[in-house]
Structures are given as C-alpha cells and as structure tokens.
Nanobody, 132 residues
Framework: QVQLVESGGGSVQAGGSLRLSCAAS????????MGWFRQVPGKEREGVAV????????YYADSVKGRFTISQDNAKNTVYLQMNSLKSEDTAMYYC?????????????????????????WGQGTQVTVSS
C-alpha cells in the first residue's frame, strides 16, 4: 500500500520560511517524478514544484520560482519543499504526490508540467498559513 506522509506545515509570518517533508513508502516501482501541489478552498489544486527522480531536474510554478526549492533524499525516500520569503498568498493546504512510473512516458511528461492528473498517489496534506 502506497503511503505519502507530509509534515512541516504550520503558521509563519510573511517573509518567513518553512520546510515541508514527504516520506514515501509501500511501492516497488519507482515514480519518475515527485511533486508538491497546493489548494485553497474553492479553487483547483495548483502545481507548485516537481522533481524528476532519475536526474533530480526540477520545475516550478512561476509564482514560486526563486523562493521555493524542491529536493529529494533517495536513501530516505523523502522529498522536501523548502519555502522561503513566504507570502500570504502561499497560504494553502500542501500535498505531496508521486508521479507515474517511467514506462508511462506521456504521463511522465505531463507530471513534469505539474499536471495533477498525471500523479498516481497523494498524501493527506499539511496546512501552511502565512500571516501578513
């Protein structure tokens, strides 16, 4: 059974930092990508950042470029999202997601474009609240 468990959310003032973690377990086929998404009530889930697990190449939404950094620790099966210079508009529930296996090439491409539909597994989310 695949499990993705997020941690590290919380409340912070604007300009502050948080680091989210996503611990993955329970699947044998390596995902080609791992991503972070966020969602606020009444809006669609938004892609934030994705990392290609093979070569650690990264892709970001324009709204977080230069402020957020996604990384992975393969030995720990953990993906991180370092969030700096946080803004009130970053307030959301943040979700970790595991992308498709490398054999599903078209889905892999979509996952690197931060398309939520390309991701197979999702965590329960961790709340991030930024006060101005």
């Amino acid at each position: 059974q695949v499990q993705l468990v997020e941690s590290g959310g919380g409340s912070v003032q604007a300009g502050g930092s948080l680091r989210l973690s996503c611990a993955a377990s329970g699947y044998s086929d390596s995902s080609a990508s791992m991503g972070w998404f966020r969602q606020v009530p009444g809006k669609e889930r938004e892609g934030v950042a994705v990392i290609a697990t093979r070569d650690s190449s990264t892709y970001y939404a324009d709204s977080v470029k230069g402020r957020f950094t996604i990384s992975q620790d393969n030995a720990k099966n953990t993906v991180y999202l370092q969030m700096n210079s946080l803004k009130s508009e970053d307030t959301a529930m943040y979700y970790c997601a595991a992308g498709p296996p490398r054999t599903r090439i078209l889905d892999v491409i979509q996952s690197l474009r931060l398309r939520a539909s390309a991701f197979d597994y999702w965590g329960q989310g961790t709340q991030v609240t930024v006060s101005s």
